[in-house]
């Protein structure tokens, strides 16, 4: 399940209008306005369907973790192999702490 906040970051985030996610999500743009302003939680098939479209768009819902809810675009191809390229250098580990 997402929240209104996370519907309205995520439509932010991959650029789609609550016309064009209501379109391809098969909710009501007016059931999406109304959950965006936390006014009225939609049905949970509705909700469903909204997280669908939005990552199918490339929309990254993160779950509670102890650091909050939110929402990220998905990595590119390129971005992820550059992430992995990254992670496999190793190197000295150092203390976070600053001085």
Known sequence: MITGSQCRAGRALVEITRA???SRSGVHEAVIEKFER??????PDEISALKSALETLGAVFLEENGGGIGVRLRFTESEAKRIARLEGEGGIVASNRVP
Do not use: R, T
């Open 20 to 22: 064009k996610l209501a």
């Open 38 to 43: 936390k006014l009225q939680e939609p049905e």
